[in-house]
């Protein structure tokens, strides 16, 4: 059963003030709803205001990056990315199924006819923006793109963490998202310096079962690659 839990506002252990104050140059965040149980599957951006230095020239070049949304076992694997505006990604193929991989999104509209194997090319994301990926074969199959304008993103694992790395000091504004989010969250200001911080969030969604294929004893038979 579907079990629908109200917005909560951020919880950090040290709440004060309208800017929150972490010194950190490499941030750990991990995501909790109202019952202190770990929210996978959240994407985290960090939107630089005013930095107080340089950034590195790897966190620069992250736009540069290659990443991979692979179907495996008729199921899209990661089910949540997030990509810098300018990033590629691949979309290969694992099973012996032939896919059909598109979007509609206003953030970035491809198709990627029949094929198993890997494509003959990689899908860039040019704008910033929420990109919904289905196939055209299997309705089930579903996953999410985040396109963001920073570099210092990341998407939260089964213990609701995720570690983000090289940031220089400044004032950032702070953003979640997920694709079962009942509301919009509210952005927040945190102000990073030098040593090592962790904070914890509260951000509840929508309770669902990520997608998977139907049970079919048939196709079982002839099992795709794991």
């Given at each position: 059963m579907k079990i629908k839990l109200a917005m909560k506002s951020l919880c950090i252990g040290f709440l004060g003030g309208l800017a929150l104050s972490v010194e950190?140059?490499?941030?750990?965040?991990?995501?909790?709803?109202?019952?202190?149980?770990?929210?996978?599957?959240?994407?985290?951006?960090?939107?630089?205001?005013k930095l107080a230095e340089e950034p590195?020239?790897?966190?620069?070049?992250?736009?540069?990056?290659?990443?991979?949304?692979g179907q495996r076992n008729r199921t899209f694997v990661p089910f949540v990315s997030a990509v810098t505006v300018g990033s590629s990604v691949a979309f290969p193929n694992y099973d012996k199924t032939?896919?059909?991989?598109?979007?509609?999104?206003?953030?970035?509209?491809?198709?990627?006819?029949?094929?198993?194997?890997?494509?003959?090319?990689?899908?860039?994301?040019?704008?910033?923006?929420?990109?919904a990926i289905g196939c055209n074969i299997h309705d089930y199959m579903q996953a999410y793109i985040y396109v963001g304008g920073s570099p210092w993103?990341?998407?939260?694992?089964?213990?609701?963490?995720?570690?983000?790395?090289?940031?220089?000091?400044?004032?950032?504004?702070?953003k979640l998202w997920h694709p079962w989010q009942l509301e919009a969250f509210e952005q927040k200001e945190i102000v990073l310096s030098e040593n090592s911080?962790?904070?914890?969030?509260?951000?509840?969604?929508?309770?669902?079962?990520?997608?998977?294929?139907?049970?079919?004893?048939?196709q079982d038979l002839f099992k795709d690659t794991p």
């Amino acid at each position: 059963m579907k079990i629908k839990l109200a917005m909560k506002s951020l919880c950090i252990g040290f709440l004060g003030g309208l800017a929150l104050s972490v010194e950190a140059s490499s941030l750990s965040i991990t995501v909790v709803n109202d019952k202190q149980q770990p929210v996978d599957d959240v994407v985290i951006e960090l939107l630089p205001q005013k930095l107080a230095e340089e950034p590195s020239s790897e966190a620069s070049q992250k736009n540069d990056e290659s990443h991979e949304i692979g179907q495996r076992n008729r199921t899209f694997v990661p089910f949540v990315s997030a990509v810098t505006v300018g990033s590629s990604v691949a979309f290969p193929n694992y099973d012996k199924t032939r896919h059909h991989v598109y979007s509609f999104s206003k953030a970035k509209t491809f198709e990627l006819k029949l094929y198993v194997g890997s494509p003959d090319t990689t899908i860039q994301f040019n704008k910033a923006g929420v990109v919904a990926i289905g196939c055209n074969i299997h309705d089930y199959m579903q996953a999410y793109i985040y396109v963001g304008g920073s570099p210092w993103m990341g998407v939260t694992k089964d213990d609701g963490r995720v570690q983000v790395q090289q940031l220089p000091k400044g004032t950032y504004q702070l953003k979640l998202w997920h694709p079962w989010q009942l509301e919009a969250f509210e952005q927040k200001e945190i102000v990073l310096s030098e040593n090592s911080k962790s904070i914890k969030l509260t951000f509840n969604i929508e309770e669902k079962e990520k997608p998977s294929p139907p049970e079919n004893k048939w196709q079982d038979l002839f099992k795709d690659t794991p």
